[in-house]
């Protein structure tokens, strides 16, 4: 059974950094294009970043350019958020998906992920 688990999420004061972790089990991410959502309250879900299966294409948007970076560590079957210069309207639920893909690009559509995780709370507050 294919299983997702979102981790690293947390309370963290503004111009803080949090590094959330998406981990698979039960399939490799080898083969997978990873996606990165969040939804706040009250808010629709919305696509922060995504990465291709080789690592060499992502994306992002353009309320986080610069300040997160997706990256992807094969060898221990796991996608990173690294988020820094962390802002209030950071605070969501954020979740990590999953699509089989050998493609050279990666996807910022919810309807483009096929596995989810439950879910990390970031919560950015002084």
């Known amino acids: 059974q294919l299983h997702i688990v979102e981790s690293g999420g947390g309370l963290v004061q503004p111009g803080g950094s949090l590094r959330l972790s998406c981990a698979a089990s039960g399939f490799t991410l080898d083969y997978y294009a990873i996606g990165w959502f969040r939804q706040a309250p009250g808010k629709e879900r919305e696509g922060v970043s995504c990465i291709s299966v080789s690592g060499g294409r992502t994306k992002y948007d353009d309320s986080v350019k610069g300040r997160f970076t997706i990256s992807r560590d094969n060898a221990k079957n796991t996608v990173y958020l690294q988020m820094d210069s962390l802002k209030a309207e950071d605070t969501a639920v954020y979740y990590c998906?999953?699509?089989?893909?050998?493609?050279?690009?990666?996807?910022?559509?919810?309807?483009?992920?096929?596995?989810w995780g439950q879910g990390t709370q970031v919560t950015v507050s002084s």
């Open positions: 998906a999953a699509r089989a893909d050998l493609s050279r690009t990666c996807y910022v559509g919810e309807s483009d992920y096929d596995y």
